[in-house]
């Protein structure tokens, strides 16, 4: 069954519905020029509030390597998500990474086979030279059939309750991944979209 990551976490309301309603993973964004930036100290009460088996991620962009160690030892953090220009080389000082692309083209999937042993899972995300994630716009799907990648496959970028099963179908994602899909503002969650998206990617009726 596809899993589900419910990004851009700022609050403990929104992640304690999240996990309700049966997210697998929980993204938590350190980056300072996002309107979904949080800073540790929330993070880690939010954390310490959510269930064992719930994943719970770390988002950076391009951040020095002390300061992500720090990060996810002081939030418990369970994976790292790496959204910038981060070098193969910075991926694998680390364990558990999902690697972001941003992709417009088929040639920016290229890429995606350089970092495939050094990191855990790749997260295809759609391509803004205004905003790095969560544009709320999707990419062309069909250009996954040329990418063979051994890795579990994260599908992002505008990914909603309206579009989530010919995404699954189209691509066959390791999960999805939604911050801008699931929001009634930046970092501030809309609780039936929440719930939909969750029961349309999970196949069930949760109240």
């Known amino acids: 069954m596809t ?4 990004c851009g976490i700022t609050n ?7 996990a309700e309603l049966g997210a697998d993973a929980l993204g938590f964004i350190f980056f300072k020029k996002s309107p979904r930036r949080i800073d540790k100290e929330t993070a880690r009460e939010i954390i310490k509030s959510l269930p064992p088996f719930i994943a719970k991620v770390g988002v950076f962009v391009d951040e020095k390597e002390d300061i992500v160690r720090d990060t996810r030892s002081y939030c418990s953090l369970t994976a790292l998500q790496f959204h910038g220009n981060e070098t193969k080389e910075y991926c694998a000082q680390f364990n558990n990474v999902i690697k972001a692309f941003r992709i417009k083209d088929k040639k920016d999937l290229d890429r995606v086979r350089e970092y495939e042993p050094h990191v855990s899972a790749i997260l295809l995300d759609t391509y803004s030279k205004n905003q790095i994630g969560g544009t709320g716009k999707t990419f062309d799907w069909s250009i996954l059939d040329r990418l063979d990648t051994k890795k579990p496959l994260i599908l992002s970028g505008g990914i909603t309750e309206k579009n989530a099963k010919t995404a699954i179908s189209a691509t066959k994602p390791y999960a999805i991944d939604s911050a801008s899909g699931t929001e009634s503002e930046p970092g501030k969650k809309d609780h039936i979209k929440m719930k939909n998206l969750i029961n349309t990617v999970k196949g069930n009726d949760n109240k």
């Open 3 to 6: 899993k589900i990551k419910i």
């Open 12 to 18: 403990a309301e929104d992640a304690k519905k999240a």
